[in-house]
């Protein structure tokens, strides 16, 4: 394993993760990257909850009779925080908005329902903090086409332009397949149209983003605290109806940070880019007790420098974010050996009041470690006792512990979803740390 001088450029900070032919990049002078610009302000409406998206029009064969019939998808994206008893659907066919029969508790994640003309919808809360708000509205087009989509994706992954979620600069790239109903053939994509929309993350407003009508998108700074979403709609004659891809991801600016005078009182934070304030309800820091309560957050010489104030704790590792809807806290890391390194912007930043870190193992080969897909589990083997294995995900959060000084060993990651992660072995000589993929 190599260790790389950049630890030595951290004050009062130490990394836990990646130490495996990794390292921060050179540190910069707070606020040298200029300042943000302005982003607009989200409000929410009063009496209102957002995350209702109807995902689909088209229509479906029915099971024991000759015939079509028209199919709404519908979700909630949000629906298991709602503080409610029950969500009813609401629609205004009748010029007015109606209760239907269609309800459901707020743990559904989707249902459909069978339209009779065009019209909008919305849910209806009912009972308990959120009783009789109600959601953003979505129109539901009454497909009198035999169609239905058969096959659609959305791909987010950092390879489309080496910009991984959640940044600005990423890539989106969809694909959709519509069949007739009628012999089950695939339909042309030329019937097809497709729009890009901003979405208020507080309303579910969309908004239509001028030229982007193609299956691909790539994110921009005017994109930033929005949600984005795609509507690919039917020519209503050979295609009918619609399907709409809403992205999870938020969109966000990345502002590199680093930490100084870390003591048992608090901290100071260094951004890249100044930022016209900085609420300590927007911060949030774990350590291994879990979620700690700041109590105050001072700007200091600039824009881009303030100081924490928070009990801290010797030999304890720390995760600091923030919720802004607009750019979030990050750490820049560089992968590889020299001469083929790549970096990559992980958001959030780790640190401890530990000035020193336990010696790194010099020769890889005295620790073996292999992840066995089949079994979802990883193996290690070691010439001497390994004392700890620790798994972090590429924000830095530890994800799993576990604790067992033997030579040979198996872990679980049963759990773990597909994605990076970071594994640090502790052994009698020093420290092992590996990058997986899953």
Request: net charge negative; glycine share 8%; proline share 4%.
């Amino acid at each position: 394993m190599k260790t790389h001088g950049y630890f030595k450029q951290l004050i009062g900070i130490f990394l836990v993760i990646f130490g495996w032919n990794t390292g921060l990049k050179a540190q910069f002078t707070a606020g040298e990257g200029g300042a943000l610009p302005a982003f607009p302000t989200f409000t929410a409406p009063a009496n209102t909850f957002p995350g209702f998206v109807i995902k689909s029009s088209g229509r479906l064969n029915n099971v024991f009779i000759p015939g079509t019939y028209p199919e709404l998808d519908m979700e909630c994206l949000n629906s298991m925080a709602l503080e409610t008893d029950s969500l009813i659907l609401q629609s205004d066919a009748g010029g007015s908005w109606q209760d239907t029969r269609v309800r459901a508790t707020p743990s559904w994640s989707s249902m459909s329902y069978e339209p009779t003309q065009s019209c909008n919808y919305r849910l209806r809360a009912k009972g308990g903090k959120l009783d009789g708000y109600t959601s953003n509205v979505q129109y539901g087009l009454y497909c009198s086409v035999n169609s239905h989509y058969s096959n659609t994706s959305m791909d987010e992954s950092m390879f489309i332009t080496g910009i991984m979620a959640p940044w600005i600069g990423r890539g989106i790239s969809t694909t959709f397949e519509f069949k007739s109903l009628t012999d089950n053939s695939v339909l042309p994509n030329s019937a097809l149209s497709y729009q890009w929309y901003r979405i208020n993350p507080l309303t579910f407003e969309a908004t239509a983003i001028p030229g982007a009508t193609t299956t691909d998108y790539i994110t921009t700074i005017d994109d930033a605290g929005y949600k984005l979403a795609i509507l690919a709609t039917g020519d209503q004659q050979t295609i009918g109806g619609f399907y709409q891809f809403i992205s999870t991801w938020d969109n966000t600016v990345p502002n590199k940070g680093f930490i100084t005078n870390a003591t048992v009182t608090g901290f100071t934070l260094n951004l890249y880019n100044t930022v016209p304030e900085l609420k300590k309800e927007e911060l949030q820091l774990e350590g291994d007790a879990g979620q700690l309560e700041i109590t105050a957050v001072r700007k200091g010489g600039n824009d881009a420098i303030y100081h924490v104030d928070v009990a801290l704790a010797n030999n304890v590792t720390y995760y600091l974010r923030n919720t802004n809807f607009f750019w979030r806290i990050c750490q820049e890391m560089v992968f590889g050996e020299p001469g083929s390194q790549h970096s990559h912007l992980m958001e959030a930043i780790s640190f401890s009041l530990l000035q020193t870190h336990e010696p790194a193992v010099t020769d890889d080969a005295e620790v073996q470690l292999v992840v066995d897909t089949e079994t979802r589990s990883i193996r290690y083997t070691a010439n001497q006792l390994i004392h700890g294995l620790t798994i972090f995900d590429c924000a830095g959060k530890r994800i799993i512990q576990h604790n067992d000084s033997k030579k040979s060993g198996n872990v679980s990651i049963a759990n773990l979803a597909e994605g990076i992660y970071i594994v640090k072995l502790r052994t009698e000589k020093g420290s092992v740390t590996r990058k997986i993929k899953m």
